[in-house]
């Protein structure tokens, strides 16, 4: 695998929740960091730990969009896909 994947947490400083997190994608061969912000309607802690515990990312972030869904598998942004792949779902 050339790819990892980080998440940071962004808390709201009144209640102390996560309100959302960045996806940090970096490419191990390339060094190539992309990021995305996504609020945590989105993504929440029991995904991450779904990953995290092996599974897909299409199972473990159902709430995502099929694009967001290949950004975090292969850290190409949402512009990057439609120039590949025609315009993505």
Same mark, same amino acid.
């Given at each position: 695998?050339?790819?990892?994947?980080?998440?940071?947490?962004?808390?709201?400083?009144?209640?102390?929740?996560?309100?959302?997190?960045?996806?940090?994608?970096? !490419? %191990?061969?390339?060094?190539?960091?992309?990021?995305?912000?996504?609020?945590?309607?989105?993504?929440? &802690?029991?995904? *991450?730990?779904?990953?995290?515990?092996?599974?897909?990312?299409?199972?473990?972030?159902? !709430? %995502?969009?099929?694009?967001?869904?290949?950004?975090?598998?292969?850290?190409?942004?949402?512009?990057? &896909?439609?120039? *590949?792949?025609?315009?993505?779902?």
């Amino acid at each position: 695998m050339f790819i990892k994947l980080f998440f940071t947490p962004h808390y709201s400083p009144t209640t102390g929740q996560p309100w959302g997190y960045t996806a940090l994608v970096v !490419n %191990l061969l390339t060094d190539r960091r992309t990021q995305q912000f996504f609020f945590a309607d989105q993504i929440t &802690q029991a995904c *991450i730990a779904a990953w995290q515990d092996g599974q897909l990312i299409q199972s473990a972030f159902p !709430n %995502l969009e099929k694009w967001e869904q290949e950004f975090l598998i292969s850290g190409l942004p949402y512009d990057e &896909q439609e120039k *590949i792949f025609g315009q993505p779902n």
